[in-house]
């Protein structure tokens, strides 16, 4: 089976707030909020992929040492296997806007259940709950 690496953020706000983004139509999983991030290409360091795609999903720049290691998502989908880090950030420039996504939410992690997510994300929310709440 296939092994996909997938780099991910909990956007933090100083208010303790998670952004997470829904997915645009006509992806697969369409609809379903999900914790920004993307692929990590061949020779790419997870986080250097992540700031790349925060760049390109959210219009912001994030720094290296603005990422810190949370946790990891490990789920076999039908097709492939996706193993995602989670990092949280609190820091960055630029506002956040969604370029890629059909809408992004600021949510308490307490209320993050209540959108529904892709199964690798769910799994993620108790470890933000007990880092934020």
């Not at 909020?33 to 390109?56: S, T």
Request: hydrophobic share 50%; proline share 8%; charged share 25%.
């Amino acid at each position: 089976m296939k092994l996909v690496l997938v780099a991910a953020a909990a956007i933090v706000d100083v208010d303790g707030r998670v952004l997470i983004a829904q997915r645009a139509q006509g992806k697969a999983l369409a609809g379903l909020w999900e914790f920004p991030g993307g692929k990590v290409e061949m020779d790419e360091r997870p986080e250097a992929a992540l700031i790349r795609e925060l760049r390109e999903e959210l219009g912001i720049r994030v720094e290296y040492a603005c990422l810190a290691p949370l946790t990891f998502a490990s789920f076999a989908y039908p097709d492939f296997h996706l193993l995602m880090p989670l990092y949280t950030c609190r820091r960055w420039s630029g506002f956040v806007t969604a370029r890629e996504h059909q809408a992004l939410k600021w949510v308490q992690p307490n209320e993050l259940r209540a959108y529904p997510m892709p199964p690798a994300d769910a799994p993620l929310i108790p470890a933000l709950i007990d880092l934020l709440d």
